[in-house]
Nanobody
Framework: QLQLVESGGGAVQAGGSLRLSCVIS????????TGWFRQAPGKEREFVAA????????KYADSMKGRFTISRDNALNTVYLQMNSLKPEDTAIYYC???????????????WGQGTQVTVSS
């Protein structure tokens, strides 16, 4: 029912910026809330940010507030994650995920992309 494809990852130096994109393909009229998660080597996957279907509600992990911005363009079926002031500890695989429920979209969403690598060097 839903496919998510991330892009925009890469290697940057500390203090730099990246913008991740997630294109969502769906074969249903159900509206999905979308989140970004990340997993660093040897660590558990963690929540980064989420945005509701209409784009008027967002949620961020405390460590990302003020540095990361999530947005969406429903006309393009795309969700973005603008990441500024990147730190080496932001190095991880970043996943786009979606769910029709807001609570699940921020915790255990049902639909996932394949991930995109972000590497921040000091």
């Amino acid at each position: 029912q839903l496919q998510l494809v991330e892009s925009g990852g890469g290697a940057v130096q500390a203090g730099g910026s990246l913008r991740l994109s997630c294109v969502i393909s769906r074969r249903t009229l159900i509206r999905y809330h979308t989140g970004w998660f990340r997993q660093a080597p040897g660590k558990e996957r963690e929540f980064v940010a989420a945005i509701n279907w209409s784009g008027d509600t967002t949620k961020y992990a405390d460590s990302m507030k003020g540095r990361f911005t999530i947005s969406r363009d429903n006309a393009l079926n795309t969700v973005y994650l603008q990441m500024n002031s990147l730190k080496p500890e932001d190095t991880a695989i970043y996943y786009c995920a979606a769910d029709p429920g807001w609570e699940r979209a921020t915790t255990t969403p049902n639909y996932w992309g394949q991930g995109t690598q972000v590497t921040v060097s000091s």
